[in-house]
C-alpha cells in the first residue's frame, strides 16, 4: 500500500497568499504605524514562494 508523507512543518503560502496577506497587514495596520516584524516576514515569505514558483524544475 503506497502512503502519502505529510510535510514536517506548515505548509508555505503561496506568492499569492503572502502577496494577499502583505495587501491585509498595510490596509488594516492601526495608526498609522508600520508593522515592520510582520511586513518582512511577509514579504521573506513571498519571495521564497516566488523563488520557487519561477523557478525551473530540477
Known amino acids: 500500500m503506497h502512503q502519502t508523507l505529510?510535510?514536517?512543518g506548515p505548509a508555505r503560502p503561496s506568492a499569492a497568499e503572502a502577496n494577499e496577506a502583505i495587501r491585509h497587514l498595510v490596509e488594516t495596520r492601526v495608526d498609522d504605524e508600520w508593522p515592520s516584524d510582520a511586513y518582512e516576514f511577509l514579504l521573506a515569505e513571498w519571495a521564497t514562494a516566488s523563488h520557487s514558483e519561477?523557478?525551473?524544475a530540477q
Request: hydrophobic share 15%; net charge positive; charged share 15%.
Open 6 to 8: 505529510r510535510p514536517a
Open 54 to 56: 519561477t523557478s525551473p
